[in-house]
C-alpha cells in the first residue's frame, strides 16, 4: 500500500525556534499534500492544501507567515513552525493525495508529529 | 462547511461484541472516509466510501447518500480493536472535514 513518512515524530523546542517538519511520499508522487494539527482532545482540523509548484492555500484562522510550507517536489512538502509558542504544541499529522491508475482518489496519511514547545 | 457529529462519543463493550459507530453530515460529498488513530497518535485509514458498503475483516462500513449518513460496524470485537474512530469527509483537491470521533474501548 501507498506509504507516507513524517519526520520527526516528535520534537521539543524552546520558544522562538523555528521547527521544520517533513512529508514524504514514499512509493508515489503527491502533488497535493494536506496539512493537518490536533489538540488534545480535539479532533484533527484542516490547517493548509499544498500544491507542489505552486502556494499553499491556508484555512481561515491560520497564518501563512507563521506556518511556512514548501512543496518543491512531486514526494515531499515540508511545514516550518517559526517563531514557535506553547500554543504551537499539537499534534502535526499530513496526508499525501494519490490518484492511481484506476481514477481512486483517496488520502494516505503519515504518522503524525507531536510538537511540544516549551 | 460540512458538519460532522458521531456518535458516541464514548463506548465500551466487552469482547466478541458487536459495535456500531455513526456519522452523519450536514452537506452532500464525494466520499467520506473512517479512519482509526490509536494512542500514540498515528492514522489508518479503513475505509473510503462513496456508495453502498464495504467490508475488510471483521469491519463494515455502509453509507446512505440521501440520508447522509455513515455507519462503521465492527464484528466479533476484540481488545486490539480498541481506538479511536474518526469518520471524516470530503477529498479529492480539498482537505477532509473531521467528526470528534468515538473512544471505543474493548474490554477482555
Known amino acids: 500500500g501507498a506509504v507516507v513518512s513524517q519526520h520527526p515524530s516528535w520534537v521539543i523546542c524552546k520558544s522562538g525556534t523555528s521547527v521544520k517538519i517533513e512529508c514524504r511520499s514514499l512509493?508515489?508522487?503527491?502533488?497535493?499534500m494536506f496539512w493537518y494539527r490536533q489538540f488534545p482532545k480535539q479532533s484533527l482540523m484542516l490547517m493548509a492544501t499544498?500544491?507542489?509548484?505552486?502556494?499553499?492555500?491556508?484555512e481561515q484562522g491560520v497564518e501563512k507567515d507563521k506556518f511556512l510550507i514548501n512543496h518543491a517536489s512531486l514526494t515531499l512538502s515540508t511545514l516550518t513552525v517559526t517563531s514557535a509558542h506553547p500554543e504551537d504544541s499539537s499534534f502535526y499529522i499530513c496526508?499525501?493525495?494519490?490518484?492511481?491508475?484506476?481514477?481512486?482518489?483517496?488520502?494516505?496519511f503519515g504518522p503524525g508529529t507531536r510538537l511540544t514547545v516549551l | 462547511k460540512n458538519e460532522v457529529e458521531q456518535s458516541p462519543q464514548n463506548l465500551t463493550a466487552q469482547e466478541g461484541e458487536f459495535i456500531t459507530i455513526n456519522c452523519s453530515y450536514s452537506?452532500?460529498?464525494?466520499?467520506l472516509h473512517w479512519l482509526q488513530q490509536h494512542p500514540g497518535g498515528g492514522i489508518v485509514s479503513l475505509f473510503m466510501?462513496?456508495?453502498g458498503k464495504k467490508k475488510h475483516g471483521r469491519l463494515i462500513a455502509t453509507i446512505n447518500i440521501q440520508e447522509k449518513h455513515s455507519s462503521l460496524h465492527i464484528t466479533a470485537s476484540h481488545p486490539r480493536d480498541s481506538a479511536v474512530y474518526i469518520c471524516?469527509?470530503?477529498?479529492?483537491?480539498?482537505?477532509?472535514?473531521f467528526g470528534k470521533g468515538t473512544h471505543l474501548i474493548i474490554q477482555p
Open positions: 496526508s499525501a493525495r494519490r490518484i492511481s491508475t484506476s481514477g481512486t482518489d483517496t488520502q494516505y
Open positions: 512509493d508515489f508522487q503527491a502533488t497535493t
Open positions: 499544498s500544491n507542489e509548484g505552486s502556494k499553499a492555500t491556508y
Open positions: 452537506v452532500g460529498i464525494s466520499a
Open positions: 466510501l462513496s456508495s
Open positions: 471524516a469527509v470530503g477529498g479529492g483537491a480539498d482537505g477532509l472535514t
